[in-house]
């Protein structure tokens, strides 16, 4: 059965203090791995799109990475502002199909 | 540019009461339309998902129904609400090429 498992729940850091989130999954086949962020009350928002074990992609103080098991989105010096639930998904490779999500982690950055 | 609309924004409805919330899709054309539900703990659950007109899988059986009257238009309903109904539903598309793309929501609580 396709699966993502994101941890940890919940991350407090202070503002500057640099983390990662984890993402491990197991896929019959991997299309795509999709990281989100989702504010309280709102749709989930785009953040990368990875394909291959290997692949990086950064985005300001995000940075996503890929293995053939797991994903890691680091998060350098955080800010207050990043404060949010970070989704994970995966795309298993059979046309048609839904992104798989995990329950996410919830950050706050306190100043 | 691609835009997606939902509609309404937060609802509260009776136990038995019908439902029906709509998601339309605009600068595409034949997209890929899901619909999803977010609990508390529990993580984005995809419940519907439509590759063309007409077209519709349903990933979860319960309460609720999909239909997908026109290319870009995507309606998931209820004949008589649930308590176990309440959450919050997402509406996304996608295309080849392009990432998932989320709507902004729909609270809706049975009462």
């Known amino acids: 059965e396709d699966q993502v498992t994101q941890s940890p729940e919940a991350l407090r850091l202070q503002e500057g203090e640099s983390s990662s989130l984890n993402c491990s999954y197991t896929v019959s086949g991997l299309r795509g791995l999709f990281w989100y962020r989702q504010d309280p009350g709102k749709g989930p928002e785009f953040l990368f799109t990875l394909y291959s074990a290997g692949e990086e992609k950064e985005k300001e103080r995000l940075k996503a990475t890929l293995t053939k098991k797991e994903s890691f989105l680091h998060i350098t010096a955080p800010k207050p502002e990043d404060s949010a639930t970070y989704l994970c998904a995966v795309q298993p490779y059979q046309a048609g199909t839904a992104l798989i999500f995990g329950k996410g982690t919830t950050l706050s950055v306190s100043s | ?111």
């Open chain 2, 1 to 111: 540019s691609q835009t997606i609309h939902q509609w309404p924004a937060t609802l509260v409805q009776p136990v038995g009461s019908p439902l029906s919330l709509e998601c339309t899709v605009e600068g595409t054309s034949n997209p890929n339309l899901y619909w999803y539900r977010q609990a508390a703990g529990r993580g984005l659950q995809l419940l519907f998902y439509s590759v063309g007109i007409g077209q519709i899988s349903s990933e979860v059986p319960q309460n609720l129904s999909a239909s997908r009257p026109q290319d870009r238009q995507f309606i998931l309903s209820s004949k008589k609400l649930l308590l176990s109904d309440s959450g919050f539903y997402l509406c996304a598309w996608s295309v080849i090429g392009y990432g998932y793309t989320f709507g902004s929501g729909t609270r809706l609580t049975v009462v």
